[in-house]
């Protein structure tokens, strides 16, 4: 390795910041080309600047940014939004619509899927879609009427 500086090797000042180093470090290795001798001597006196600063930091005498001297320390909390609470709706509007039955929820799910898995099959699809289309419309115009009787 040469005797020079590990700064002088980068072209950096003592005190330059470490984003600085990486820049130079890069810069320099992308001038070199391919020399893998002199990338090496590059690598190595990068290292030495970083294990130098890490000397200097362990004794006290590089000035640590708070935040990473002491990460454990959470930023403070963002304050907490209380929700608005919902009025409750009018007795009209609960009478208006009816929650329906389980059973009613399966048939209409159940008639739906296998309705929309036949539209998948390429064999039916074209040539069944306007049956299909005129069966879901038909199941829908039956919930409604069911829906309306039992009202």
Known sequence: MSQQNPYEQLGVAEDATFEEIQAAKQRVIAQLGGDRQLQDNIEAAYDAILMERLKLRQQGKIKVPEGIRFPEKSPPAAPK??????PNSPSWLGD???RPSQSQLLTTSGVYTVLGGA????SIAYSMLPTILAFGAGFSLYYINQKQTSF
């Open 81 to 86: 939004f209380t929700s608005l609470s919902v």
């Open 96 to 98: 208006t619509f009816e």
């Open 119 to 122: 539209t998948l099959v390429p």
